[in-house]
């Protein structure tokens, strides 16, 4: 089973000898490696390179430890680089393995050396072009691109997008949708057949690489259960609104535990900085800014999300929002949670602010769609209550209502598109209909 990956071939095959190093992120187990060793390496190999141009390192693997020091790193694959006249290919993959040591050359303690002292070395030399890939963001999107002080390309990988995963789907297409919004869009699954396969591979996935890697980076010791627990309450409030402050006293009713806020906030940067879930801020549309607090969390799969709730909390509603925005986030917008505010009287002749939810405001460049997420439309009073907040926008703007039904897309008279979830996630152009 191959899956093409063509939205991050792409991207390689255009960024191919631009004399920049190629940092390929995401979560562990999405696919970056297949990607570089293995799709990318074929589209080399039949242009022409031959395979003693290209040099394969994969850090995550035992019999690669030692090179996960620097200094043996950067010997190993200048070693390779024989041939003046040749173009190298060097890709080195979980680039994060790499430790940091102290200088052997010089008598300073407080010296070091580290991964990007490698990669700027390789940049260097004429006839390199240096791949990386890794799965902690703070690391490699903030600190390599800072010191490549615009020298590096950030390309991010995603689990199978729908239309990704229902090319390789082999089961009954209409079934595919209940498929992914329960398993997610980790390559391996679609390998596996039965439930009790795909489950305990996507809980191992959590417990033995996502949790343990937080743990290590950040040597955490004593919380692992707390993180643990954190995993869960963001996974069963996908969709709904909340805060570290919230999440503390989640902790206290809940848990009996004392937490503080600013260790949960800590927590969910680690998550965030793995690429397990992500963070959407509130903007307020009429008002033209953004709301520091509450922030909606998604996760990057939502495979990962059912399964570590042991797949018991299976709401529709919220699975396909979590998709949507993965999906949005995947093709390159921003995203935001949108809010719509509206003055409204009381029966009593009071006087007060009523805030309406738009599930997705999405911005690139000078595009801006406004997006519900909406599982059912079953009638027009249904229907008037998903569309309250777009009608209230005070702009011309692409408005979208997504539903769950496999439905031929239309507008009503306030302009508003209406197209089915399916539809929606396999033609990346409908968002523009």
Known sequence: MEFARTQYMEKLINKKDNGRVKIITGIRRCGKSYLLFELYTKYLLDNGISADQIIHLALDEFSNAKYRNPVELDKYVREKIVDKTKQYYVMIDEIQFVTEIRNPYLDDKNTKLGFIDVIIGLMKIKN?????????????????????RDRGDDIRVYPLSFAEFIEAYEGNERN???????????PYVLKLQSHEEKSQ????????????????????????????????????????????????NTFLSEKKIRINSTTIDNYLGFFAEAFLISKAKRYNVKGRKYMQSPVKYYYTDVGLRNAKLGFRQQEETHIMENVLYCDLIRRGYDVDVGVVEQNIKTDEGKKIRKQLEVDFVVNRGEQRYYIQSALLIVNPEKREQEIASLIRIPDSFGKIVVVRDYIKPWKDNNGILYIGVEQFLLDENAIML
Not at 221 to 246: E, F, H, W
């Open 128 to 148: 390199v072009d240096v791949y990386v890939t890794g799965s902690n963001s703070k690391m490699l999107s903030t600190d390599i691109l800072t010191q490549f």
């Open 176 to 186: 595919a949708w209940l498929d992914y919004y329960t398993y997610g869009g980790m």
């Open 201 to 248: 591979y996507l809980r191992d996935l959590f417990q033995r690489t996502y949790l343990k890697d937080v743990l290590e980076r950040h040597n955490i010791q004593n919380d692992a259960m707390i993180l643990d627990d954190l995993l869960d309450i963001v996974a069963s409030s996908i969709g709904s609104l909340t805060n570290p402050t919230k999440l503390s």
